[in-house]
């Protein structure tokens, strides 16, 4: 599918390139849709989802292709024979005996130079970057671009991202180099020497460009990079989200779409956030120069930093410190979390260690609501959790009463169309139609919903057609 694009490149004395709007955009516009270069799906998704276009499998038992050639503990599967045949480009390196063989060249690698086992060896990010070497190297070799040995030449739009290096990149680089070389015959040291340049130059890229790709319900599914996305630059108030479009016809890839969450005026840049929003300014910029190499400049953290870092700390009654109301707030959290995360407890199962966890995540809730601000974010993470436990509980009006608290909070944080913030609103919503007693208040929420969601996901999107179908009833009367 082509790019649909309504922006203008231009380069920025300190930005470089970045993208600006080359005329008025409103909220809802799409200003680029695109495919990825190379896309690898986590290793916890690999049973779940197509590993080409990242189509979820909406159950166990769904029809889907398995590659035959995967070892037992690599699977590899499809949502049909277009998807396989098209990811074979990239796949077959992974595949039969050249996987085990290059995965087993990394980790002793990595071993080797890291001076630990192989238990911490990233493997995620290890198959991002062979799926990115092996379509740089079919795209060299099928459209007659540039190889160096075993090099290939970046395309243009990949070479003039910006870079940023870690010190742990080297050892990623030389590991996936040692994972390319012992795939090929006869390969000289200079060789081997050039792949690991290429693999750091590389990932001094992807440290600032590529994207974890995200699920309908915002969970990080897998990595890719897509190269107009990557023009994007960042800042903590965005005027463009992106979401990811799920194919709707056999062979179609999945799809980044950036859409516009406010109004632009012509020549403005458009950014989107690299981080989550709901940090303080320093925990953001800390993690904008650690993960990307740069000091955040952008009007949140620079002419208001403090507007929202006081509130997500804020104290409302005196005494949360001296009279030891954290420390038992930190107990009875800690407690909960040992349970739920930790070995199961003999004669405690299902729903009586459910409610367990529950009550000791309520005796925290209930110290933080009397002591912390609304927007504090130990008590947000506190209601976000204490929502999760109401509804494995199926305890609907706590439900509700908690998710009310966390789209309050993220309301008062994030931008109006922000997926996360539309996502809780539509739970709320439908907690309080099936509660049975506030019709009125869930239609209200459903109307504000529907909109945004079309926004975000189209017309067509199943969250849409359910929430349709929630008002429909709702209004029937």
């Known amino acids: 599918m082509p790019t649909v694009s309504f922006t203008t490149l231009k380069g920025h ?35 779940r989802r197509c590993s080409r276009c990242f189509k979820p499998f909406s159950s166990p038992s769904t029809q889907r292709l398995k590659c035959t050639g995967c070892p037992a503990n690599g699977e590899t599967y499809y949502c049909g024979r277009i998807c396989q045949v098209a990811d074979f480009v990239t796949h077959r390196y992974e595949c039969k005996k050249k996987g085990p063989r290059a995965l087993q060249a990394a980790v002793e690698k990595f071993v080797l130079t890291h001076g630990e086992n192989g238990e911490n060896f990233p493997l995620d990010d290890y198959w991002l970057l062979r799926k990115f070497y092996y379509m740089a190297v079919f795209m060299a070799k099928s459209d007659g671009g540039e190889m160096k040995g075993l090099v290939p030449k970046l395309p243009k739009k990949l070479e003039v991202l910006s870079e ?18 012992a795939l090929e015959k006869n390969v000289e040291e200079s060789d081997v020497t050039n792949l690991e340049e290429f693999f750091v130059r590389l990932l001094s890229k992807f440290r600032a460009n590529n994207f974890g790709v995200l699920s309908d319900l915002q969970n990080v599914v897998g990595g890719a990079v897509f190269e107009t996305g990557a023009i ?19 062979g179609e890839e999945m799809m980044q779409k950036i859409i516009v969450i406010s109004d632009v005026k012509e020549g403005e840049e458009l950014c989107h956030s690299y981080v989550e929003l709901c940090q303080p300014t320093a925990e953001r910029k800390r993690h904008l120069k650690v993960s990307y190499g740069f000091e955040c400049s952008c009007r949140r953290c620079v002419e208001d930093p403090d507007k929202l870092d006081n509130r997500y700390c804020e104290v409302v009654k005196n005494g949360y410190e001296e009279e030891g109301v954290k420390s038992r707030v930190e107990e009875a959290l800690a407690s909960a979390e040992e349970l739920m995360y930790g070995d199961e407890q003999e004669g405690e199962e299902g729903e009586a260690s459910e409610k367990k966890e529950y009550d000791l995540i309520m005796q925290a809730l209930s ?59 539509m739970t709320l919503g439908e907690l309080i139609q099936e509660g049975g007693e506030r019709d009125e208040d869930a239609t209200a929420i459903f109307q504000e919903v529907v909109p945004k969601l079309k926004v975000l996901y189209g017309e067509k999107h199943e969250y849409v057609v359910r929430v349709e179908e929630n008002l429909k009833f709702l209004l029937k009367d």
């Not at 709007?21 to 690898?40: H, K, N, Y």
């Open 13 to 47: 004395p300190t930005k470089g390139r970045c993208a600006v709007a080359s005329r008025d955009l409103t909220v809802g516009d799409c200003i680029s849709l695109t495919s990825p270069f190379a896309s690898s799906l986590h290793r916890s998704q690999k049973t």
């Open 164 to 181: 940023h290096e870690c010190a742990e990149d080297r050892v990623l680089a030389d590991s996936v180099a040692a994972s390319v070389s």
């Open 232 to 250: 994007l630059n960042h800042s903590c108030s965005p005027n463009c989200v992106l979401v990811y479009e799920r194919p709707e016809e056999e």
């Open 367 to 425: 110290l933080q609501r009397e002591y912390l601000g609304e927007l504090n974010l130990k008590r947000y993470k506190s209601e976000a959790l204490a929502l999760s436990q109401s509804m494995l509980l199926s305890s609907v009006p706590s439900a509700i009463d908690h998710c009310q608290r966390v789209c309050d909070f993220l309301n008062g944080t994030l931008p109006k169309y922000h997926p996360l913030l539309v996502l809780q609103m």
